[in-house]
């Protein structure tokens, strides 16, 4: 699903009172889809959040190919108030990076870090919210842009679509895990 890839569109999909999350994923050029991110929390936060802001409680958001039940990627989220903390682990388990959302921002934007807790990059979005940049080291490695769903969509859903960028094919895992931390932790709204 991964090799050689540097493009990707997430396109959040639409339910009326939905409990959990999932976005289809597909070729940035012909729109034929690749895969599925869903998004998976234990059975008492799924539940909870009829009664809690889901953005306070714990996921799992997991992203399958179509020809692969086990999950390929995964972003766990961590329950918090201030700051929230993601986890981007890859289909054996490996830690890509931990993410951590920043406390002040006009567009939103996180500190990532390594296996080790040191800060390696950030992902830091425009004034608006749309744009999000990411870099690793100071060296500028992809981008995650909101794209307008029209009128009607945005205005009385909160599903949202998005163009993933990596410049280079090794990035690309932790540019998805990167736009769907996006989603969960700034786009997101109640049920």
């Known amino acids: 699903m991964f090799e050689n890839r540097t493009r990707l569109f997430v396109k959040e999909q ?59 990627l995964s972003i766990h989220k961590r329950p918090g108030f201030f700051r929230t903390r993601l986890e981007i682990r890859d289909s054996q388990g490996q830690l890509l990076a931990q993410v951590i959302s920043k406390v002040f921002t006009l567009g939103g934007a996180f500190v990532i870090q390594d296996a080790t807790g040191q800060s390696v990059g950030e992902l830091k979005g425009d004034w608006k919210g749309w744009d999000y940049t990411a870099s690793l080291r100071g060296e500028a490695i992809g981008r995650v842009t909101k794209k307008w769903a029209g009128l009607a969509k945005e205005m009385f859903t909160n599903a949202d679509q998005y163009l993933v960028e990596a410049q280079q094919p090794q990035h690309f895992k932790l540019m998805l895990g990167l ?13």
Do not use: C, I
């Not at 736009?179 to 049920?191: F, I, M, N, R, T």
């Open 14 to 72: 639409v339910a009326l009172l939905k409990l959990r999350d999932t976005y289809d994923l597909l070729e940035a050029e012909g729109q034929s889809s690749v895969g599925l991110a869903k998004d998976e929390p234990a059975t008492w936060a799924k539940w909870t959040r009829l009664l809690v802001n889901k953005k306070l409680l714990p996921t799992t958001l997991n992203v399958y190919a179509n020809s692969d039940p086990r999950p390929q």
């Open 179 to 191: 736009a769907l931390s996006v989603d969960l932790v700034y786009k997101e709204q109640q049920g």
